[in-house]
C-alpha cells in the first residue's frame, strides 16, 4: 500500500514537473517534426499506422500522451520495443515536434466486421467501466490520456495486460487502477470493439 502510494506520488510529482517546464519551451513544430519522424516510420508506419502487428498507431494520438510516452521511455520509466534507447536520442524539441506531427494525422483505419458478439459485449465493459471518463467519449484520447479507437488490438491487449500487472508503470497510478478488475476474456473482447472504432 505504502509503496504503491508513493510511486503515485512519484508519478504526481514527474507530471508536475513536466507541466511546469511546458511554457519555457519553443512551440510545437509539426513540419520540422514530420522530418523527425523518418526514423519511426520502419516500425510506426509512414502515416503514423503501423503495418506490423503488436507496434501501436501513432496517427492523431494527442500531443501530450506521445510526448509522455516519449519521456517516460526516455527515462527507462517505461521499457518495451527497444523504444528507450530511440528516445534517449531525442531532445525535448524533437519529441514536441515529433508528437505535433503525429497528433495531425488522420486517425488509423477502423477494422470493419470481427465478432459482433465480442464488439457488443466490449462495448458494454467499456460502458460499465468508464474508460470514455478519461479516454474521451469516442475514446479517441484527449490531454495526456492514449487514444483507444482504431488502435492494433494486439498491442490493446498487451499493453493492458501489462498495466494490469504492474510491468507498466503509469504516470499518476490512475490507469492501473482502472486495469486492475479486467479479466484476460475482458480485455480481448474490448480490444475487438476498440478496433472497430473510427
Ligand atoms: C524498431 C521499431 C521501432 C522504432 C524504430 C520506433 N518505435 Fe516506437 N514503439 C515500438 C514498439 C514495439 C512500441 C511498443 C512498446 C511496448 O511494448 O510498450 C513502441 C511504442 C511507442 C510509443 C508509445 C505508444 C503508445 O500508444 O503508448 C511511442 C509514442 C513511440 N513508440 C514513438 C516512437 C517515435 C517518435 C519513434 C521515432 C523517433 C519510434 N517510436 C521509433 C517500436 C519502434
Ligand atoms: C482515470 C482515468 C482512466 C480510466 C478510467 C481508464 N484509463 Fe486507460 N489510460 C489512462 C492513462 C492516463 C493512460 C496512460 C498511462 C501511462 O502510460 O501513464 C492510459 C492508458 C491506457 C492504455 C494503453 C494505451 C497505449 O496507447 O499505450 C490502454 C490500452 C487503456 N488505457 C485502456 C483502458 C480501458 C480499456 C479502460 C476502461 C476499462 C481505461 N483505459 C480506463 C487513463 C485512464
Given at each position: ?25 519553443a ?6 517534426g ?5 526514423i ?7 502515416n ?14 494527442p ?16 521499457k518495451g ?8 536520442t ?17 486517425p ?34 484527449q ?26 508503470a ?21 480490444a ?7
Amino acid at each position: 500500500m505504502f509503496l504503491r502510494l508513493s510511486k503515485a506520488i512519484q508519478g504526481m510529482a514527474f507530471f508536475m514537473c513536466v507541466l511546469g517546464g511546458l511554457p519555457s519551451h519553443a512551440a510545437p513544430d509539426a513540419v520540422a517534426g514530420k522530418a523527425k519522424a523518418q526514423i519511426c516510420a520502419a516500425c510506426h508506419g509512414e502515416n503514423g499506422v503501423s503495418a506490423l502487428p503488436g507496434f501501436p498507431h501513432l496517427a492523431a494520438q494527442p500531443q501530450l500522451s506521445i510526448f509522455y510516452q516519449l519521456l517516460q521511455f526516455r527515462d527507462q520509466r517505461r521499457k518495451g520495443g527497444g523504444m528507450e534507447a530511440i528516445a534517449a536520442t531525442l531532445s525535448e524539441q524533437d519529441m514536441r515536434d515529433i508528437a505535433a506531427h503525429y497528433a495531425a494525422l488522420p486517425p488509423p483505419p477502423a477494422v470493419a466486421g470481427g465478432d459482433a458478439e465480442k464488439i457488443t459485449r466490449g462495448q458494454q465493459i467499456a460502458q460499465q467501466q468508464y474508460c470514455s471518463s478519461c479516454h474521451g467519449a469516442q475514446l479517441q484520447g484527449q490531454k495526456h490520456v492514449p487514444r483507444l479507437s482504431g488502435q492494433s488490438s494486439e498491442y490493446f491487449v498487451q499493453q493492458l495486460r501489462k498495466l494490469r500487472s504492474g510491468v507498466r508503470a503509469d504516470m499518476d497510478g490512475t490507469m492501473a487502477s482502472a486495469a486492475r478488475s479486467l479479466t484476460d476474456e475482458e480485455i480481448e473482447a474490448m480490444a475487438v470493439y476498440t478496433r472497430s472504432l473510427p
